[in-house]
């Protein structure tokens, strides 16, 4: 059973900083690429940001230059470095293991102007 613990989210004003954690339990984690998304309530899931066990990476438009996903295998766990946030960065924030994902619960996320 596979299980992902979001942590971080929190309450923070625009322009600051905020890391979100996630710690998964299982040995599937290193093998498997591990992703963060968002989701408003009554919009959908929407992607921001992607590593690969090998490394490499992607991002959404919208945070590129801003947040940076990195992981440690050897903890199990993928970060979200979230820099210079706005207010339109308010959601809650997924993480995400493997395709067909595996999602956390979830972590809130509140930037104020």
């Known amino acids: 059973q596979v299980q992902l613990v979001e942590s971080g989210g929190g309450l923070v004003q625009a322009g600051g900083s905020l890391r979100l954690s996630c710690v998964a339990s299982?040995?599937?984690?290193?093998?498997?690429?591990m992703g963060w998304y968002r989701q408003a309530p009554g919009k959908q899931r929407a992607f921001v940001a992607v590593?690969?066990?090998?490394?490499?990476?992607n991002y959404a438009d919208s945070v590129k230059g801003r947040f940076t996903i990195f992981r440690d295998n050897a903890k199990n766990t993928v970060y979200l470095q979230m820099n210079s946030l706005k207010p339109e960065d308010t959601d809650v924030y997924y993480c995400?293991?493997?395709?067909?994902?595996?999602w956390g619960q979830g972590t809130q996320v509140t930037v104020s102007s």
């Open positions: 299982g040995s599937i984690f290193r093998s498997n690429v």
């Open positions: 590593i690969a066990s090998g490394g490499s990476t």
């Open positions: 995400a293991l493997g395709s067909p994902p595996y």
